[in-house]
């Protein structure tokens, strides 16, 4: 059985399990504690972000590009269809870097109070504080509206295609629909509404891709 480990907030890890999801392919998702990362590190040799994907076979895969290349060759799908290759990858990479880069700010803070204990707050802070500075969330808290109209603007020619058709290259879902599902889910756990605040086209497109689950 293919165990997917992840954080339920991750949008790496969510666009790696509605991709298993939409595949049919089964699999035990395995929710990481984020102040117990024991399992994961012995799992991997010391690697403790998500997702980390267990193959039957017992491979251990990380990296969600990596990841989502290894189930799109393993099994059968239209995610990546011939002559959408090139758009399909390049949108997934706009996504998993501009598009993040400006989401994941804009949830940190809500996902840092939504753990359950101090340690497990700290820790959240700590990491993002290590790489961005200190005070980073707290700044980010206080830059929501700055961060919404930022987020708006990077996401404005995804909306526009979004208007004229149901999935980011057409008529049927790709890759690039996946990408940008992670993201939603990320909003969605941070704070239920923040998707809809950032623009109801989004809330439809992630229930169209929701409703390709085929568990
Ligand atoms: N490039 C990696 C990024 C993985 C990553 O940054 N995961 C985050 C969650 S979105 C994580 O595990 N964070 C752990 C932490 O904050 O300590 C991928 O695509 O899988």
Redesign the pocket.
């Given at each position: 059985m293919i165990r997917l480990h992840r954080?339920r907030?991750?949008?790496?890890?969510r666009k790696v399990q509605v991709l298993l999801e939409i595949l049919a392919v089964p699999h035990e998702v395995v929710e990481v504690p984020?102040g117990n990362r024991e399992e994961l590190a012995q799992l991997t040799g010391g690697y403790?972000?998500?997702?980390v994907l267990e193959t039957s076979t017992g491979t251990v895969l990380?990296?969600?590009?990596a990841i989502c290349e290894w189930a799109l060759r393993t099994f059968p799908n239209t995610l990546v269809p011939p002559g959408l290759e090139a758009a399909a990858w390049a949108f997934h990479d706009h996504v998993?870097n501009t598009v993040e880069d400006v989401l994941f700010r804009l949830c940190s803070p809500a996902v840092r109070d939504a753990w359950p204990t101090a340690w497990e707050r700290a820790?959240?802070t700590l990491?993002k504080e290590r790489r961005y500075g200190a005070g980073c969330v707290d700044a980010w808290r206080g830059d929501r509206e700055s961060l919404l109209t930022r987020a708006r603007d990077v996401l404005a020619p995804t909306r526009t295609t979004l208007q004229h058709q149901s999935f980011v290259l057409g008529a049927a879902p790709t890759l690039a629909d996946l990408a940008l599902y992670g993201q939603w889910a990320m909003c969605d756990v941070a704070e239920p509404g923040l998707l809809l605040e950032l623009d109801p086209v989004f809330v439809a497109h992630a229930r169209r891709v929701e409703a390709l689950r085929q568990q």
């Open positions: 954080l907030y991750s949008p790496y890890a984020y403790v972000y998500v997702p990380t990296e969600s590009r998993e820790l959240y990491v």
